[in-house]
């Protein structure tokens, strides 16, 4: 197992409770006891010996066309299937149904662009500029089963856009608007997506991100593409091309762009969207989740882990490019009827207090970011939150990478003046919805998702499933099917079956590595394959060195992932030149603005070393793992496979 251990352990044994009001008045508990329980450990002990009954309580909250004849069919493991028979469209439990109540007046959306600018929807508007988009897209040829890309930066219209999409019951696949040509260009070609949806740009740090020019070279390089349709955002006169591209302004002026469209029956099994997203190799993976198991295991940990009454102000800080953002910040607030606020730009922009204005301005009742951005915002100081009145704070939470102890308790004493529970939520792109995290009802630990979400097993094991002694590390694995799992990888089922579900059988391997304490809280360490998490995003160290194997003067790639005090990993890379090119400050600086302009700048490594070999296994590997222990001064572990 390759170690990649990044803190020092946590003190395991420090516990928060949280105060009896809340968990007396949380959603969860409301439920517990309709169930006839006292506690939420009684609760939970039931969803796991009634797991499908549970499940099936929670999709009865939510309109079926049709209901479904089984809810779990586990015939042909692991491609399971969920409410099977049942007829739904995740955007009829997000706008149509709300239309029907006083809720077609409730806010969905409060937004706030970085230059202060402010804008608002209501259900009812929602569902009209949904629909009229929904409209655009079907006179475009767009029908059930294609897949459209998504590339825009953060404005209402990429969420209205994806709704869009499902309404009609064509697949998104969104890609995040922080990535650049080679990552947009390879996602297109593998989704085989005809249209594309972008804007001109977007801001950040009160610059212009040419999104349009970096659409228009991703286009240059794949030619699937055949209408790309164009929201006006920044106004800077982005270069289009006629007969392929069409502003949006236009197209919604046309009578064809009305605000009716009915929404599209879907089989809960039908394919809602893919995301891409890194694994060992280079390919990104997309993974597949469908209308109604995703629905319903969005919607139900949304309500029972960040509590959502009809009086929150919600605020999932994320960007809605990435898998937090389809969940959290599109999907399940919507299904549970909820009031979001959505940001822009930069949190430091202009000052570093931009966020802590925002939230005493919008009144912001539960803010739900990554430790990467709490660790960038602590650097600042204490001051700058303690100018705002944070007092509407009613829950804080955090979600991408493991919180340090110290990022935890500024998070919790600064901002949310120890009032404010944290919940610490592990999940994937791949499982869809929270899997390991505390509600309400739930005493914290510092550093700890703490326990699996009613439904859900999950354990610390050896590599042959067998469990691993309190606080010993093993790898992750959940134990049994849940409703919003991916359900196989686009155009390489295989590569479902071998990567997730052939490494510690019949378990789900998550690829992290975890340990477990005596009070049975799970520690996530980090992760065991080639994925780097930096500021919370998910990089493959093959994306990286691809990137910089394109370039003339590379003939050999690796990178690796050190700890970064903000950013949690920072991107190191080692580069083996071509006969011709000599080592230099510059040429290191031209190789990571090579790797910023292909993948996107998040992708950027800190540092290139330049080296004559790579430690190689015989069979060719690249054994990043002694790079890592090298560059950290650690012992290189197992070298028996070592050919330098
Ligand atoms: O390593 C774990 C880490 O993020 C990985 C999943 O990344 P991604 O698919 O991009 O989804 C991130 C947002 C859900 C996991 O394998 N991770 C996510 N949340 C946590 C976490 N590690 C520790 N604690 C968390 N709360």
């Not at 803190?7 to 928060?16: G, I, M, R």
Request: aromatic share 12%; with cysteine; glycine share 8%.
């Amino acid at each position: 197992m390759t170690e990649t251990r990044d803190v020092a352990l946590p003190d395991t044994s420090e516990l928060y409770y949280p105060d009896p009001a809340l968990v007396e008045q949380s959603n969860v508990m409301a439920y517990a006891r309709s169930k006839g329980f006292n506690s939420y450990d009684e609760l939970y002990q039931w969803t796991i010996s009634h797991r499908e009954e549970f499940w099936a309580d929670m999709a009865s909250q939510l309109e079926w066309f049709k209901p479904w004849d089984k809810v779990l069919d586990d015939s042909n493991k692991p491609f399971y299937q969920w409410f099977v028979g049942g007829k739904t469209n995740i955007v009829y439990n997000a706008i149509d149904r709300h239309l029907k109540t006083w809720r077609k007046n409730k806010l969905a959306l409060i937004w706030e662009g970085e230059d202060g600018s402010q804008r608002t929807y209501s259900y009812y508007q929602l569902n009209y500029e949904v629909s009229r988009i929904a409209n655009v897209l079907k006179s475009m040829g767009v029908k059930k089963g294609d897949i459209v890309t998504i590339y825009m930066p953060r404005i209402p219209e990429l969420m209205f856009s994806m709704l869009a999409c499902a309404k009609i019951g064509a697949a998104h696949s969104v890609v995040y608007g922080g990535f650049s040509e080679a990552a947009l260009a390879d996602r297109l070609a593998d989704a085989k997506s005809k249209v594309l949806i972008t804007a001109d740009g977007g801001y950040m740090r009160g610059k212009v991100v040419e999104l349009k020019k970096i659409v228009n070279e991703a286009l240059s390089r794949t030619p699937t593409v055949q209408t790309c349709l164009v929201f006006r955002h920044t106004n800077h006169g982005a270069p289009m091309e006629q007969g392929r591209d069409f502003w949006m302004h236009d197209l919604l002026g046309l009578p064809i762009a009305n605000g009716h469209c009915p929404t599209e029956e879907m089989d809960a099994e039908d394919m809602l969207f893919i995301l891409y997203t890194s694994g060992t190799t280079g390919k990104p993976k997309g993974v597949v989740h469908t209308h109604g198991g995703y629905m319903v295991g969005t919607y139900t940990t949304l309500k029972f882990v960040f509590d959502i009454k009809d009086e929150d102000r919600y605020w999932c800080a994320a960007d809605p490019g990435w898998i937090t953002g389809h969940s959290f910040i599109v999907y399940a607030p919507l299904i549970n009827g909820a009031t979001s606020f959505m940001y822009e730009g930069a949190p430091n922009y202009p000052y570093p207090d931009r966020w802590w204005s925002m939230v005493a301005k919008h009144g912001i009742t539960i803010l739900y970011t990554a430790p990467t951005a709490i660790r960038g915002l602590m650097r600042f100081g204490d001051l700058w939150p303690s100018r705002h009145d944070l007092s509407t704070l009613r829950l804080l939470g955090s979600v991408g990478e493991p919180i340090n102890p110290e990022a935890w308790k500024w998070f919790y004493e600064k901002i949310g003046h120890g009032r404010c529970p944290i919940m610490d939520t592990w999940w994937q792109t791949e499982t869809g919805h929270f899997m390991i995290t505390p509600t309400p009802a739930v005493p914290l630990k510092p550093g700890s998702a703490t326990r699996p979400f009613l439904g859900i097993e999950a354990d610390v094991v050896h590599e042959d499933g067998s469990p691993c002694a309190p606080d010993e590390d093993g790898l992750l694995v959940i134990k049994n099917p849940w409703p919003g799992m991916m359900r196989t990888i686009l155009n390489d089922p295989q590569r479902y079956v071998e990567g997730y579900w052939q490494k510690v059988p019949p378990y789900y391997a998550a690829g992290d590595s975890a340990r477990k304490d005596k009070d049975g809280y799970i520690w996530v360490i980090g992760r065991l394959d080639d994925v780097i998490k930096v500021s919370g995003y998910r990089l493959g160290t093959a994306e990286v060195e691809s990137a910089l194997v394109s370039h003339p003067a590379v003939a050999e790639a690796a990178a690796i992932g050190l700890p970064h005090e903000v950013k949690g990993n920072a991107i190191h890379a080692f580069v083996i030149l071509r006969a011709g090119y000599e080592p230099s400050h510059d040429l290191e600086e031209k190789l990571r603005a090579h790797v910023g302009h292909e993948l996107g700048p998040i992708a950027r490594p800190d540092s290139i070393t330049f080296v004559t070999s790579l430690p190689k296994t015989r069979s060719g590997k690249i054994m990043r793992r002694v790079l890592r222990a090298r560059a950290l001064g650690l012992p290189e572990g197992d070298v028996s496979t070592l050919e330098e």
